[in-house]
C-alpha cells in the first residue's frame, strides 16, 4: 500500500485596479509595454510604494481560509536574475507573511476533510515572455501584478482531493473578490508538490510540477506522477528531487533542465518598504467584508429553499450564479423548478456561448414571469426554452416575446379538437395502423397536431382528447 | 569678487537689486565651465539647453551628481553600465529645484555608483581638487565638490551613503551635509545602500546649505521611507547665539589614529567653540568603534541586490548576444568597475543562507546597539563633534590597499548608520588642504547643527577663500 | 560556498588575475568585519529601518502609464514593441 502525499502553491492574481507598488493599470490583454512605469519597470532610482488594497485582499483571503493574520508583517527581496524581473529580484514576502496556518475544507464521499494552508503572502508577479525560434521577447505589463501566493501542506492524498481542493479554493477566492481566477488567462496557477510513502515508510523524494493549465491538468498530472513514484519505489529505485512540467499532448511530466549553477535566493527585508502593521480593527473591518462563504451557502439553500444536496453544490459553487438563484425565486417561488432550469438551461447557455452569468442579459425578474408562465400553462416547456434563448440575448421580456410572436399555449378544447379532426381526416393510413396495435402512429399524429399549430397545442391536452376522438 | 565666486544668498540679494540679471548670472557659470573645467573634471556632463522658472531660487545654477535621475539628461552614476542611460523622470528633488527656479548646467563625477571616497573609481575620467590638482577632491560626491570650490555652480546636490556628500566636502573646504535619514526624498536617487543613503547640499558656506535644504526637504509619496516631518525654516534660527549649547567630543574617535595637523584643527575648533559659549565635553559612544565594519556588511549587502538591475536587458550597455546567462555575466563583468565587483561579490555573500546570521543579522543587531548609543548621549548633549575626515586630502593615485580606503569613512558612517544628520565645515587649512569638522545631531534636527555651524563659521573666513585661478 | 559560486550569483566573471586579488581582499574584509563577533548581540533587535514609520501606503487608483516608445527608448535590443533578449529556456 502506498500514499501519496500532495502539497499546492498556488499564485492568484489580486482584483485591484493598480499594481502592487505603482500606478499602472492592471487591465488584461494590453498591447505589450503599454502599462509600464519607471517603478514596475524597475528603472533606477524608482521606489515602490505598497498599494493597501493589496494587503487588504490577502486578509480578507486569510479570514476566508481560516488564517491566522500575522500583526507585523515585511516585505523581503527574493535575489535572481531572469529577464522577465526588472529588478532581479522579485519583492515578496519570506519570513512574515501576512496570514498563516488556516484550511480549506473538502467534501469527498460525505466525509469532511480540513486541507491545510501553511501561508498566504503577497508578491509581485513578473513579466510575460513570448518564445520565438531564435530569441525570447518580454512585455513587461504583467510585471507588478499583485500576486498572493497560497502555500498548503502535503493534505491531500489523490488527485481528486487536490481537484476538489482547488474547486473550493477558486469559489472562495471569488466569493470574496479579490481574483477572478481566470486560469487561461494567467489570473491563477498551480505548481504541485508530490511524493510517495510506502507502507513500510520509505518515501520518494518529492518533485515539483509546473505548467498546469487547468484543474484536469493538475488531476493528470498527478495519477501519472503517482503511478511513476509507485512504479520506482517498487524497483526499489527512487525519485530525483527535481522539477518536472507537465505536456499536455504527451500526457507526461518531464524533467524541466536543471539548473547547472547554486541557487540562493538571498532573501532580506527590502529596505525602501516599511512595516505592516495590522492591528484587530483592521481585521475586524475587514471580517465585516466577507460575505457569506460557499459552505455556509450551501447550508442554508438546503435548509431555506429545501434543495437536494447535489442542487445546492451546484448553484452555490459560483457567488454570482448563487444571487442569481436567489433573486429569481423572489419572483417564483417553486424552488426547485427555478433550481432545475437554471442548473440545464442557464447553465446549457453560459456553456454554449462561453459566457458568465454577469454575460447573460436576462434579468431574475424575467426568468421568474417565464417560469411562471410555463407552470400555469400558458406556454409549453419547449416553447419556454425557446423564448429563454431569445431572451438571453434580446434582454426583451418573455411576456414581449409571446405577444409578439404569438406564442401563447393554445388550451381551448374547440381549437385544438378541431385541430386534431382535421389531422385525422388526412391521415387514414395511420388510424389505421393505430387500430391495428402499432403505438407508433398515436405519437405521429401527436406531432401533426403539434405541426398543424405551430407547437402552441398545450401537448398534455392533445394527447388527452386525440386518444378520445380515435 | 566675480560674480561666479559669490554665494546663492549674496547672487540672490544682488538679482533682487536689480544689479544683475539672471541671464548674466546663469552666463557667469556656463562661460566658467567652459574655461576651467578641462582642468578639473568636475562634470560628467555639461547641459547646453536651459529653462528657467520663477520660484525663491529664480536664477540659480546647480549641478547635480550624476546619480541622480534627470529626465532626459544623461545619469551615468559615472558607470560604463549606464554610460548610454538617459532616465525618462526627474527624481524628486530635482523636480522641486527646478520648480523653485534652479537652473541644471550639468551632472558631475564620482566614484562609480558612490563607491569609493577620492572619485578615483569613476569609470570616465578623474576630477581633481581645485585647491591642488594634484590632490583627489574626496568622494564619493568628489565632481560635485570640486564643481562649487572652483565656482562651476553655486551648489551642488551630492548623494551621502557613508560620508560621500561631507568627506569631499571637507576636502575641498566647503559647507556638506547630510541630511536625517527620511527628510529628503530618496525617489531618483540610483540605490547605492538604501537604508543609508540620503541626498543632501554642498555649497559654499552655512547659509546657502540651509536655503538649498528648504527646498528638497519634506515628505514625499513617492518614498516609502521618506518621513512626515513638519516644515521648517533652516535659514531662521541661523544666527541664534550658542551659548550654553552641549557639544560631545566623541571619545572612541579620539583613540583612531589620526593626521597631527587634523586633530590640531579639531581642538582648535573645539576651543573656539567654547570661547562661542558652547559646553564642550567628551562623550562616550562604547559601540562607534564597530560602525566600520558594521557599515561595511549593510552598505555591501543592499548594494549587491540594488546592482542586480543592471543586467543589460532594458538600459544600459549590453555586451554578448547570444546565450542568456553570458548577456547577464559578460554585461556586469565587463560594465562594472572592480570596487564595485567587490562590493557586490562581499554583498552577495553575506546574504547568502550560510551567512546571513553571521554577518548580514549580527550587522543589523550591533547597528542597533549603535543607534541606542546615540540616542542615549542624545539626552544629554545637542550635537557631538569630530573630524570629518582623520587625514587630509591625499594625493591622486596614492590609496590602493582597501582596509586604507575604508579608514576614509571612520568618522561619516555611524551618522548614516544612526539615521542621524551630519554637516562637515571648514576648520582648518594649510597650503591648501583643508580639514573639515564634522557636527552630527538629533535626528531631524538640522536646526540645531546649522545654528552651531553658522556660528562657527561667522569666526572664521574659509567660507570667503576661493582657489586662486587665474 | 567559494568565490566561484558568489561570482556565478552575482553574474560576475572574473579574470584569474581579478580572481586573486579578489580572493586576498575577501580575506581582508572577512578578517576586519569579524571584529563584529566580539559584540555580545544575543538579546538585541535587528535594525531594519532606522525609523520607526509603518503602514505607508497608497491607494488603489491608476495614473497614466509612459507611452510605449518610451518604455523601450533605453532598450539595447528591441523587436515590435517588445524588449529582446537571447532565447530563454520555457
Redo the contacts between chains.
Keep these: 500500500m502506498y500514499q501519496i502525499l500532495i502539497g499546492l502553491e498556488i499564485h492568484a492574481e489580486l482584483l485591484t485596479n493598480s499594481k502592487i507598488f505603482c500606478s499602472c493599470s492592471t487591465q488584461f490583454g494590453k498591447e505589450a509595454n503599454t502599462q509600464c512605469c519607471p517603478v514596475c519597470l524597475g528603472l533606477p532610482g524608482s521606489l515602490p510604494v505598497l498599494n493597501k488594497k493589496v494587503i487588504e485582499f490577502a486578509i480578507q483571503s486569510g479570514i476566508a481560509m481560516n488564517c491566522e493574520i500575522t500583526k507585523k508583517s515585511f516585505m523581503d527581496r527574493k535575489n535572481y536574475f531572469y529577464p522577465d524581473l526588472p529588478k532581479a529580484y522579485q519583492i515578496s514576502q519570506y519570513e512574515d507573511p501576512l496570514c498563516k496556518d488556516g484550511y480549506i475544507e473538502i467534501e469527498k464521499d460525505k466525509k469532511v476533510k480540513k486541507i491545510g494552508i501553511q501561508r498566504i503572502h503577497i508578491e509581485e508577479d513578473a513579466g510575460k515572455s513570448i518564445h520565438e525560434k531564435d530569441y525570447s521577447l518580454v512585455d513587461y505589463n504583467r510585471c507588478g501584478l499583485p500576486l498572493i501566493e497560497i502555500v498548503t501542506k502535503p493534505h491531500m492524498n489523490s488527485s481528486k482531493e487536490a481537484y476538489l481542493f482547488l474547486e473550493n479554493l477558486k469559489s472562495i477566492l471569488e466569493y470574496i473578490e479579490v481574483s477572478d481566477c481566470k486560469m487561461e488567462e494567467g489570473s491563477l496557477r498551480c505548481d504541485v508538490n508530490i511524493n510517495v510513502v510506502s507502507s513500510d515508510m520509505v518515501k520518494t523524494n518529492i518533485v515539483e510540477l509546473k505548467n498546469l493549465n487547468s484543474f484536469k491538468a493538475v488531476a493528470k498530472a498527478i495519477e501519472y506522477e503517482e503511478k511513476r513514484h509507485i512504479s520506482l519505489l517498487e524497483k526499489g529505485e527512487n525519485t530525483k528531487k527535481e522539477t518536472r512540467r507537465w505536456d499536455e499532448h504527451k500526457n507526461m511530466t518531464i524533467p524541466m533542465r536543471s539548473k547547472e549553477y547554486v541557487q540562493d535566493y538571498r532573501y532580506f527585508k527590502d529596505p525602501d518598504l516599511v512595516m505592516i502593521h495590522i492591528d484587530k480593527d483592521w481585521i475586524e473591518g475587514m471580517k465585516k467584508n466577507i460575505p457569506e462563504l460557499p459552505k455556509d451557502k450551501k447550508s442554508r439553500f438546503i435548509k431555506d429553499y429545501h434543495l437536494p444536496d447535489y442542487d445546492a453544490k451546484v448553484l452555490t459553487s459560483s457567488r454570482k450564479i448563487a444571487d442569481f438563484f436567489e433573486e429569481v425565486v423572489k419572483y417564483f417561488s417553486d424552488f426547485k423548478l427555478v433550481s432545475n432550469f437554471i442548473m440545464t438551461e442557464v447553465y446549457r447557455v453560459l456553456k454554449e456561448k462561453n459566457i458568465t452569468i454577469e454575460d447573460i442579459k436576462i434579468k431574475p425578474k424575467d426568468l421568474g414571469e417565464l417560469l411562471t408562465f410555463i407552470q400555469k400553462g400558458m406556454i409549453s416547456n419547449h416553447i419556454g426554452k425557446k423564448i429563454f434563448k431569445k431572451m438571453c440575448i434580446s434582454g426583451e421580456t418573455p411576456r414581449n416575446i409571446i405577444e409578439n410572436k404569438g406564442l401563447i399555449q393554445i388550451s381551448d378544447e374547440n381549437s385544438i379538437k378541431e385541430m386534431i379532426q382535421k389531422v385525422i381526416n388526412e391521415n387514414p393510413q395511420s388510424i389505421e395502423d393505430y387500430k391495428n396495435g402499432k403505438d407508433k402512429a398515436l405519437g405521429f399524429l401527436v406531432g401533426q397536431v403539434m405541426k398543424e399549430s405551430r407547437g402552441k397545442a398545450n401537448p398534455k391536452l392533445v394527447n388527452q382528447y386525440l386518444n378520445k376522438m380515435i | 569678487m566675480e560674480l561666479y565666486h559669490l554665494t546663492i544668498h549674496e547672487v540672490l540679494e544682488k538679482i533682487r537689486k536689480k544689479e544683475v540679471s539672471k541671464q548674466e548670472v546663469l552666463q557667469t557659470t556656463v562661460d566658467r565651465i567652459k574655461d576651467i573645467d578641462y582642468h578639473i573634471g568636475a562634470y560628467l556632463y555639461v547641459n547646453k539647453k536651459f529653462h528657467m522658472n520663477d520660484g525663491e531660487l529664480s536664477g540659480i545654477s546647480m549641478s547635480i551628481k550624476d546619480?541622480?535621475?534627470t529626465k532626459n539628461i544623461s545619469?551615468t552614476?559615472a558607470s560604463k553600465i549606464?554610460k548610454?542611460?538617459?532616465?525618462?523622470?526627474d527624481?524628486t528633488v530635482v523636480d522641486k529645484l527646478y520648480e523653485n527656479g534652479c537652473i541644471l548646467v550639468g551632472k558631475t563625477n564620482m566614484d562609480e555608483f558612490g563607491m569609493g571616497s577620492s572619485t578615483e573609481n569613476s569609470s570616465f575620467h578623474i576630477t581633481k581638487n581645485p585647491w591642488n590638482l594634484d590632490y583627489v577632491p574626496g568622494g564619493s560626491s568628489g565632481g560635485s565638490a570640486a564643481s562649487i570650490a572652483s565656482s562651476q555652480a553655486y551648489f551642488s546636490l551630492g548623494s551621502d551613503t557613508g560620508g560621500s556628500i561631507r568627506q569631499p566636502s571637507a576636502f575641498c573646504g566647503l559647507v556638506g551635509l547630510k541630511p536625517t535619514?527620511?527628510l529628503v526624498s530618496?525617489?531618483?536617487?540610483?540605490?547605492y545602500?538604501?537604508?543609508l543613503d540620503q541626498i543632501g547640499p554642498i555649497t559654499k558656506d552655512v547659509e546657502d546649505c540651509a536655503i538649498v535644504l528648504n527646498h528638497i526637504a519634506g515628505y514625499d509619496?513617492?518614498?516609502?521611507?521618506s518621513?512626515k516631518y513638519r516644515k521648517i525654516d533652516y535659514t531662521k534660527e541661523l544666527r541664534k547665539d550658542i551659548k550654553g549649547i552641549k557639544i560631545g567630543i566623541i571619545k572612541e574617535y579620539m583613540n583612531e589614529s589620526m593626521d597631527a595637523y587634523v586633530k590640531k584643527s579639531f581642538f582648535d575648533a573645539c576651543k573656539k567653540l567654547e570661547s562661542l559659549g558652547a559646553i564642550v565635553e567628551e562623550v562616550s559612544i562604547p559601540?562607534v568603534k564597530?560602525s566600520?565594519?558594521?557599515y561595511?556588511?549593510i552598505s555591501s549587502?543592499?548594494c549587491?541586490?540594488n546592482l542586480?538591475?543592471?543586467?543589460?536587458?532594458?538600459?544600459?550597455?549590453?555586451r554578448s548576444?547570444?546565450?542568456?546567462?553570458?548577456?547577464?555575466?559578460?554585461t556586469?563583468?565587463q560594465g562594472?568597475g572592480?570596487e564595485v565587483?567587490?562590493k557586490?561579490?562581499?554583498g552577495?555573500?553575506f546574504?547568502?543562507?550560510?551567512?546571513?546570521e553571521e554577518?548580514?543579522?549580527?550587522?543589523?543587531?550591533?547597528?542597533?546597539?549603535i543607534?541606542k548609543d546615540f540616542d542615549e548621549a542624545f539626552k544629554r548633549f545637542d550635537a557631538m563633534i569630530c573630524p570629518t575626515s582623520p587625514t587630509l586630502p591625499f594625493k591622486i593615485g596614492q590609496r590602493k590597499n582597501?582596509?586604507d580606503k575604508?579608514i576614509q569613512d571612520t568618522y561619516t558612517v555611524a551618522a548614516n548608520?544612526?539615521?542621524i544628520p551630519a554637516i562637515s565645515i571648514p576648520c582648518g587649512c594649510r597650503e591648501n588642504l583643508f580639514v573639515g569638522l564634522q557636527i552630527m545631531g538629533k535626528?531631524f534636527d538640522e536646526k540645531t547643527i546649522l545654528n552651531i555651524s553658522y556660528a562657527f563659521e561667522q569666526i572664521h573666513d574659509y567660507h570667503k577663500k576661493r582657489p586662486n585661478w587665474r | 560556498m567559494n568565490i566561484d559560486d558568489i561570482a556565478a550569483l552575482s553574474k560576475i566573471k572574473l579574470s584569474e588575475y581579478e580572481k586573486e586579488k579578489m580572493i586576498d581582499d575577501f580575506n581582508r574584509t572577512i578578517d576586519f568585519v569579524d571584529k563584529l563577533k566580539e559584540v555580545n548581540v544575543d538579546k538585541v533587535a535587528p535594525t531594519y529601518h532606522i525609523l520607526h514609520i509603518k503602514n505607508v501606503y497608497r491607494e488603489d487608483k491608476i495614473l497614466p502609464s509612459m507611452k510605449q516608445d518610451e518604455v523601450l527608448k533605453n532598450a539595447p535590443e528591441k523587436n515590435n514593441g517588445y524588449f529582446q533578449v537571447p532565447k530563454m529556456m520555457e
Design positions: 546619480n541622480i535621475c545619469t552614476c549606464l548610454n542611460f538617459i532616465p525618462p523622470y527624481a535619514y527620511g530618496r525617489y531618483g536617487l540610483i540605490a545602500a538604501s537604508s509619496r513617492k518614498d516609502s521611507t518621513f559601540h564597530y566600520l565594519p558594521t561595511e556588511i549587502s543592499e549587491s541586490s542586480s538591475r543592471f543586467d543589460g536587458i532594458r538600459y544600459g550597455v549590453r548576444k547570444d546565450l542568456l546567462n553570458d548577456l547577464f555575466t559578460s556586469r563583468s562594472f572592480e565587483k567587490r557586490i561579490l562581499l552577495t555573500f546574504l547568502t543562507a550560510d551567512s546571513y554577518y548580514y543579522e549580527r550587522a543589523l543587531k550591533v547597528r542597533t546597539l543607534k582597501i582596509i575604508y548608520l544612526a539615521g535626528a
